[in-house]
């Protein structure tokens, strides 16, 4: 096959491009390592206390689930029909134009992807300092003063900028060397998941009975409104179901291993889900489950002891080391795939002639995922952009409907199944969350789209440059 870069036509390009060097394996593993992380550790305790009744609280994780499967059914078809670098920022700029796909890559650049791996590398060195006590927060080691204010560095910072660097000089090294890492991360958090779980029913000291009980009260505060909150976590602890469309220009046989990697993905992860939240009832009733702030480390004492705590901070561990390597694989794609169309910096859309890893996009996420691990206050920032992301999957999600009419003649191995209803329930799901969003959080919704709204002024300075210094337009040259 090939090792061309491809243009939007499918022809190649002059210069190296990525390899495809991924399978089947290596793509689900992606999916399922992005997505579990500490949400289904921490969300059931928020959503025993808004639903109370475990009944409720199975099957909104059933709706979460169902969601999630429409919603990768709905992306399948679009990663077949364009296995390229780039995910949602390839299949926007193909149905709305680069405008509109460029809005998505300098949102996921400019906050959420390096955002995203600082929060979690500082989150992540919360726990290890359980292990390792010299790496904490308040252990503070120097000063820096600079002209806007003074900034305290403590060993937690530094733990956590040691993170940022090891997971990016291993994705520098290759997809290869990335995606080992990632197998191996996804399959021991799934792995210690399981064992709690066979373990947990099988020598724990949990009850059926738990499954009958509710929470009094739970359901006085408003079905309506505790099931809006409940979803929204949900919600969030399924995000990452289509992480291997941003790596599918590295793919082997993308038009049938990306569509059956999300498939797959979102399958493993609700089955997963649902059988943790079926081992957590078993160790507690609702009420004690109801507020708790790390429900599997809970379960675990409650089922095993006080030593049981020690392997779900492990495992928490493991899950938070997953989610940062997966982000810090695939995050790079969307960059290198804005700067082969000319609409980002020009060094990021080369890729190492040893490597074959998109190195310098890798590095220029890494410097400044980096620098934010010193900025504690970059978390409520996050928040901004969640109206901004679900625009885009609304979007993205639409765009099925957009490019069997604008581009009937474009390939497509797998079709979505249950088109148009499959898609148009996504969709509409979407819009009802996003509605939500909005309503309860107005004024991060306003600044999460005046921080996408900045972006079109960024897109009219790139393409001017590209007409001052040549290139194509935003056609694609992610491959």
Partial sequence: MSTQPETSNGTTVNGPGLQRRLGLFDATMVIVGDIIGVGIFMTPGLIAASLGHPGWIFSVWVVGGLLTLMGALTYAELGGALPRAGGEYVYLREAYGPLFGFLNGWTLFAVTNPGSIAVMAVTLTAYLQTFLPFVSPERILFDVSWLPGTWTVSSGNLAALVIVLAFSAVNYLGVRAGSVVQN?????????????????????????????????????????????????????????????????????????????????????????????????????????????????????????????????????????????????????????????????????????????????????????????????????????????????????????????????????PYRTWGYPWIPLVFVLSYVVILAHVTVSRPNEALLGLGIVGLGVPVYFVWTRRRALFGGRSGGGYGD
């Fill in 184 to 412: 191996i991360l996804a399959v021991t958090k799934v792995g210690a998941i399981m064992v709690l779980v066979i373990l947990g029913f099988a020598v724990g000291t949990g009850s059926f009975g738990h499954f009958a009980e509710t929470l009094t009260g739970g359901e006085a505060g408003g079905l309506s409104s505790g099931l809006t909150v409940a979803l929204m976590a949900v919600f969030f602890s399924f995000t990452g179901w289509f992480a291997s469309a941003y790596v599918a220009g590295e793919i082997r046989e993308p038009q049938k291993n990306v569509p059956r990697s999300i498939i797959l993905g979102a399958l493993i992860v609700t089955a997963v889900y649902l059988l943790v939240n079926a081992v957590y009832f078993y160790a507690m009733p609702v009420s004690e489950m109801a507020g708790a702030l790390n429900v599997g480390e809970t379960s675990a004492r409650a089922l095993f002891g006080e030593r049981a705590s020690t392997f779900i901070s492990l495992a928490i561990i493991v899950s938070i080391m997953g989610t940062i390597n997966s982000v810090v694989l695939t995050s790079p794609r969307v960059y290198y795939a804005m700067a082969r169309d000319r609409l980002f910096f020009d060094a990021a859309g080369r890729v190492h002639p040893r490597f074959k890893s998109p190195g310098n996009s890798i590095l220029i996420q890494a410097v400044f995922a980096g620098v934010l691990v010193f900025f504690g206050s970059f978390t409520q920032l996050l928040t901004y952009t969640t109206v901004a992301m679900l625009s885009f999957s609304i979007m993205t999600g639409f765009s099925i409907f957009v490019l069997r009419r604008k581009r009937p003649d474009l390939e497509r």
